[in-house]
């Protein structure tokens, strides 16, 4: 079965860096899209960055320029390397990946941004 386990997470500064890791099982990891969504308190999970088989990425806007998605397909893990975080990037951090007609999520790892 698919299996998505998120690590990085953190305390950290305004200013500072995290990188967030995502090792994932039981699917072709080279043959998918691998998207990292964040959900605040009190507001709905958005997507921030995605990449395709391609690498190709894509960016919220709210990220653009600081945060940077990656994947090592020999490992079977997307990375999230967030820079130059903010206040308002604290939120729990998700990996997914829509295969087989439905969305799979990760467990979640807490990131908090303090001022």
């Known amino acids: 079965q698919v299996r998505l386990v998120e690590s990085g997470g953190g305390l950290v500064q305004a200013g500072g860096s995290l990188r967030l890791s995502c090792v994932a099982s039981g699917f072709s990891f080279s ?3 691998m998207n990292w969504y964040r959900q605040a ?3 709905q999970r958005d997507v921030v960055a995605s990449i395709a088989p391609s690498a190709t990425t894509v ?3 709210s990220v653009k320029g600081r945060f940077t998605i990656s994947r090592e397909n020999a490992e079977n893990t997307v990375y999230l390397q967030m820079n130059r975080l903010k206040p308002e990037d604290t939120a729990v ?4 990946v829509y295969a087989w007609r439905r969305n799979y999520w990760g467990q979640g790892t807490q990131v908090t941004v303090s001022s």
Do not use: E, I, R, W
């Open 93 to 96: 951090y998700y990996c997914n």
């Open 59 to 61: 960016y919220a806007d």
């Open 41 to 43: 308190p009190g507001k």
């Open 31 to 33: 043959d998918y899209s």
